[in-house]
């Protein structure tokens, strides 16, 4: 995602389910890798990104503020296959 998606959904995981129909997803930190526009990549335990609530951080060596705020979730079934991030073709459900 990139700052031209705000206010847009974005497709960020596929789960292939097998026949178990999700209903709710909840973020509760450590799922997310964040990169700022320099390169930073915001995902060990000292930078950990949790959106459960409005998250920002600071790229020092690119002197850029890094923030993500009112992030929301919805569960979409989609019928069609994807490639995952294995490149293996799968059901996006």
């Known amino acids: 995602m990139t700052a031209d998606d705000?206010?847009?959904f974005v497709p960020v995981a596929a789960?292939?389910?097998r026949g178990i129909?999700?209903?709710a997803f909840y973020p509760m930190g450590g799922e997310f890798i964040v990169t700022?526009?320099?390169?930073h990549v915001f995902d060990d335990?000292?930078?950990e990104v949790d959106l459960?609530?409005?998250w920002g951080d600071y790229d020092v060596e690119n002197d850029i503020a890094v923030s993500i705020s009112?992030?929301?979730s919805k569960l979409k079934l989609c019928k069609r296959y994807i490639l995952n991030?294995?490149?293996?073709?799968m059901l996006c459900a």
């Open 6 to 8: 705000s206010d847009v």
């Open 70 to 72: 009112d992030f929301s």
């Open 45 to 47: 335990d000292e930078n």
């Open 85 to 89: 991030c294995h490149g293996s073709r």
């Open 52 to 54: 459960s609530e409005d």
């Open 36 to 39: 700022s526009e320099g390169g």
């Open 15 to 17: 789960f292939s389910t």
């Open 21 to 23: 129909e999700p209903y």
